[in-house]
């Protein structure tokens, strides 16, 4: 039986090195994520009654022609043929299992890996219906992330959304990991991973009862690496070793003013997972309905602008997706 394992948490907090590294490993599969259930759970009303063979047919293809058009190509792409005998309830987390199963299978591996962080939102629902999965909780410093993902594609870009975000995630996260088996959960601090790289893939090897292997640490040499970092200038890291050093880049490159709108907002949990506020949190005075509504008009703004600055070949990598999901959407 191939095993399933979600690393989880929030992006832009090395969940791509981490993938990666345990992809070189021959008893873990981590194609990258197309993002299955973050997208397909808002059109399962599309789909009508899964029950209904043709209904769940449908789902599984369109599911696998949106995996064929990752931006980052599988090395395996799932057959429909072929998911819909390994899916063993007519849910869409079962689909998604199945895909997932067809790239380890044909390597031979132990686990299948998704690196979806946005499945840190559904882990009850996860852990319910897959049992035997396992979850990796990558965290980092959220004013980092927040930094990272103003200069990406993806997410949101004012500091006062990304913070809402990031704690939103944390927080659930943080009371699965209270309220579920310790053995199903792993928790790794990214600035600890970066800087013992090979001490942090020890402990994870532990944790999935498997063989560390010394090409894991030789990940940025893989086709697989390649392949992520030809996709997305966002990607672009992913051929370099470890940056060992990548860490409070905020202090240096975030205004005064950012860091106190983000430790407003997540202040109390950056202290639960071990960060110090630059500020003393209970100066700090809760936002008015006219300054949130200000900060996310920004927000949208920003998200415009930076797509606006996307290179033509970026933006058509994405295109294909796109348009899968808007045929999703007119389906009678």
Known sequence: MIKPLFIVGTQRSGSNLLRLMLDESPEIAAPHPPHILKTFIPLLSCYGDLMVTKNLERLIADVCEFVRLN???????????????????????????????????AKGAKYWCCKSM?????????????PEAKFIYLYRDGRDVALSFTKAFVGEKHFYTIARQWRKDQEHALC???????????SLKYESFIQSPKESLIEIC???????????LQYYQSKESQRTAESGEMWKNVVKPVLADNHHKFLKETTPEQIRIFETVAGEVLLKLGYQPINALQTLNVFTENEITAFEAENQKLKVDIRKKLGSEELDRRKGQEALLENIRNYE
């Open 71 to 105: 931006p980052v190509e599988w090395g395996v792409i799932p057959e429909k043929s072929t998911v819909l005998a390994r899916t063993v309830s007519p849910t869409l987390i079962s689909v998604m299992a199945a895909v997932y199963e067809v790239p380890a299978a």
């Open 118 to 130: 946005a499945n840190v939102e559904i882990l009850p629902e996860l852990y319910k219906a897959l």
């Open 176 to 186: 699965f990991r209270e309220n579920y088996p310790q053995a199903r959960f792993f």
């Open 206 to 216: 532990a944790f999935l009862e498997i063989d560390f292997r010394p090409e894991m």
